[in-house]
């Protein structure tokens, strides 16, 4: 592990042998971390110093942004060596990112089989089991004998991304069964492939969401899973590893979009101009949500200057029900993520969230007729009744946008997490605005000052 011990003693090396030493007898991952650490000349000195073996596993670990300067840094012989040995799904990974030029470049160099193998992943749209499988994977024929299939596997499959699944296909690729490496070496060598493999096959379609395939890896504890077409033919696997990057791929996007961050993309030390891009366009949208929300305060301005305890009691409707409302959406956005619930789970969800308001309201309310009553004047006073009970219905509104919402988002098939925290509050203000101020409004006429 790279300890911060570590790092500081790999920089302050000096002597380039005693640092590549010291480089390669770390993880490819620390690697990676300590490189993309320095500055970029001496990244890419300390990326010329690694073994090949080494270079080419720190490579894939490194940020796209890392990874574009080196292709930059290095001669055209590394980067076609460190491209050719990359996974067909790390280095689909890596030309998303590049520019297009340098793409049809690398791929022009590459030999025939990996470039197949790039262009296949690269012909499928982004967030699908096809963008992220990988077309490295142990397959055998129905034929074979165990000892046969595994004196295969140890002499063509040993740089396959996985060798804990087999994939058992037919003469014309078609996914016929799947068998474990457990069940191969406690089997008995002259025991034929199809007496021994499993015929309940678990698999993913190409199409299918990114998010969808690691739900399906979790609820069956895979460690991989086989992608295939719509003529049941093996294309690829998707496997552990890329389910993790996924899993932390949507929950960044959905936390991200929760709070308004265009893209749910934003890297925590991403540039200045990259920051305002993902932010300023969200946060002058809410900038034109809050002047709705004013629009419905201004024609009750009459009301708030003969009533002007209402300026101090209006901001804590804002927060709490805005409070309330991303709650709700944020549990309901979650289990819709992780597959927890579904549309059709909407008023189960719902009725639980009624139940839940029915004590958090009463709670709320009753807290809000209290502070009205210490801060409003002895003549104004009745106010806090009306505030408590515009608290309590606020609260019932609030948990019904947030799990409605995005259930009608997911139900139109698009990303529930579009409902963002800013969006929802803004709503949530420009309601409780209006039926508290239309309520004292209405008690000011029939109880005239």
């Not at 490189?35 to 300390?46: G, M, N, Q």
């Not at 460190?82 to 022009?108: N, T, Y």
């Not at 504890?221 to 086989?226: I, R």
Request: proline share 5%; charged share 20%.
């Amino acid at each position: 592990m790279l300890t911060q011990e570590v790092r500081n003693t790999l920089f302050d090396v000096a002597d380039l042998n005693q640092l590549k030493s010291g480089l390669n007898r770390l993880p490819a991952v620390d690697v990676g971390e300590f490189i993309t650490d320095l500055s970029p000349e001496r990244r890419a000195i300390a990326f010329r110093i690694l073994r090949k073996d080494q270079a080419i596993s720190v490579f894939e670990y490194l940020p796209p942004e890392i990874q574009e300067e080196l292709i930059n840094a290095l001669h055209d012989s590394q980067v076609f060596q460190i491209v050719e040995a990359m996974r067909p799904d790390d280095r689909a990974e890596l030309f998303d990112e590049l520019p297009a030029i340098v793409v049809k470049r690398l791929l022009q160099q590459l030999s025939t089989a990996e470039r197949r193998a790039t262009a296949t992943i690269l012909g499928y749209p982004e967030g699908t089991a096809g963008r992220v499988m990988t077309t490295e994977y142990v397959q055998l024929r129905q034929g074979l004998t165990v000892e046969q299939a595994i004196e295969k596997i140890r002499q063509a499959d040993q740089d396959k991304e996985t060798i804990y699944y087999a994939y058992v296909t037919d003469d014309n690729r078609k996914l016929m069964r799947v068998v474990s490496l457990r069940q191969l070496l406690f089997a008995q060598p002259d025991t034929l492939i199809r007496d021994v493999a499993s015929d309940r096959l678990i698999q993913a379609r190409t199409e299918m969401p990114q998010e969808e395939v690691a739900q399906l890896m979790k609820r069956y504890d895979l460690l991989a899973v086989p992608v295939v077409d719509r003529e049941d033919r093996l294309v690829g696997i998707v496997t552990i590893d890329d389910v993790v990057d996924i899993l932390e791929e949507e929950a960044t996007e959905d936390i991200q979009k929760l709070a308004g961050v265009s893209g749910g993309d934003e890297a925590a030390l991403s540039s200045p101009l990259v920051t305002m891009r993902k932010r300023l366009p969200w946060l002058v949208g809410v900038m034109g949500l809050y002047i709705g929300a004013a629009s419905a305060i201004a024609p009750f301005q009459k009301v708030i200057a003969l009533v002007p305890v209402l300026a101090v009691i209006m901001p804590i409707f804002s927060n709490t029900g805005g409070t309330v409302g991303i709650q709700a959406l944020t549990v309901t956005i979650r289990g819709l993520g992780v597959g927890e619930v579904t549309p059709k789970d909407t008023l189960k969800i719902l009725r639980k969230e009624i139940l839940a308001a029915c004590g958090t309201s009463l709670s709320l309310g009753l807290t809000m007729i209290g502070l009205s009553l210490i801060w409003a004047p002895p003549k104004d006073r009745w106010v806090a009744f009306a505030a408590g009970l515009v608290m309590a219905i606020n609260v019932f509104v609030a948990v019904t946008l947030g799990t409605l919402l995005p259930m009608a988002m997911k139900r139109l098939k698009l990303d529930p997490a579009m409902i963002s925290g800013p969006l929802l509050t803004t709503m949530l203000d420009a309601i409780g605005f209006i039926i508290f101020l239309s309520l004292i409004s209405l008690a000011l006429k029939v109880f005239p000052i």
